[in-house]
């Protein structure tokens, strides 16, 4: 099993860094329907957590099946979402077509909630973009299954990663860095365009931007970007000089462990999926 720190002190974690960040850009950048349903830290979480309890579906095992109500247990007892606001964004997926439903086997008072394919290929995009630095780390023998989009391993590493979810908002809320920017709409992406921006920048300084423009590609306001920045600012992540800004060793190291600690995590999540499907063989 390889710790967050093998990664970190990787040679080439730098070129790991730029994949993830170059990968991840290309999932959101002008994609402003999606990232206005996605940067809502719940809306994020019920997401992911419908297809991961749909992976987990077993027909004649009613404690598996994904409808509302166990949306509403994994969801409030992680202090993510209200049961109202659940019904909400359910809604909202379904209108944009993330979302289907069917009555459930033997029981037609309980509708299965299901990923349409256009959530599932979705979620097929987001997996390359996270084993992507793990494949510039490690080529050999590599993680062709995510890359490749396979649906099978899709499907086991979702279910596993259901009971990760814990453990990933621990390493979360002890990165100052993280806490701060990935709650606020948009400021995880805010944070990597700027890690981007200033990545071969030895004093850490972005060239002049436009908050406009910043918000723009990611479907958020002039006004909410600015007000982002000066908060991290207030919080020691960034300073600002008139049109450009410098993140400080602190944010950076910040947004390096999480990276670190990502990579980790989808590492075991790649061993224990391919373990099972192995074994299925």
């Known amino acids: 099993m390889r710790s967050a720190e093998e ?11 730029s994949v993830y960040i170059e990968a991840m850009l290309g999932l959101h950048e002008n994609q402003q329907v999606l990232n206005r349903l996605l940067f809502d830290e719940g809306r994020a979480f019920v997401f992911m957590t419908l297809i991961t309890a749909y992976a987990g579906y077993v027909e004649h095992d009613r404690n598996t099946w994904p409808t509302t109500d166990l949306l509403k247990r994994e969801l409030t007892a992680l202090g993510i979402a209200s049961k109202g606001r659940i019904y909400d964004i359910l809604k909202r997926l379904s209108d944009l077509g993330y979302v289907e439903a069917a009555v459930a086997p033997g029981d037609r008072r309980a509708k299965i909630l299901m990923p349409s394919q256009k959530m599932l290929d979705h979620d097929k995009q987001a997996l390359r973009v996270y084993y992507a630095p793990l494949q ?7 993680y062709p299954e995510p890359l490749m989009g396979d649906e099978p391993f899709q499907k086991i590493a979702r279910q596993i990663g259901f009971s990760f979810v814990a453990h990933s908002r621990q390493f979360i809320m002890a990165n100052p860095t993280i806490a701060f920017f ?33 918000g723009k590609i990611f479907g958020l306001s002039r006004t909410h970007v600015r007000v982002l920045l000066h908060d991290a600012e207030s919080h020691g992540f960034l300073t600002m000089h008139g049109k450009t800004v410098s993140l400080t060793e602190q944010c950076r190291a910040g947004f390096d462990r999480f990276l670190a600690d990502t ?3 989808n590492d075991v999540i790649y061993r224990m999926a391919k373990q099972r499907l192995a074994s299925a063989a």
């Open 7 to 17: 990664f970190l002190s990787h040679p080439d974690f730098d070129k790991a860094r």
């Open 136 to 142: 510039a780390l490690f080529p050999q023998p590599g």
């Open 182 to 214: 990935l709650p606020r709409q948009g400021g995880m992406m805010v944070l990597t365009k700027l890690m981007k921006l200033c990545l071969h920048q030895p004093d850490g300084r972005v060239p002049a931007i436009s908050l406009a423009g910043l």
């Open 263 to 265: 990579m980790a995590g």
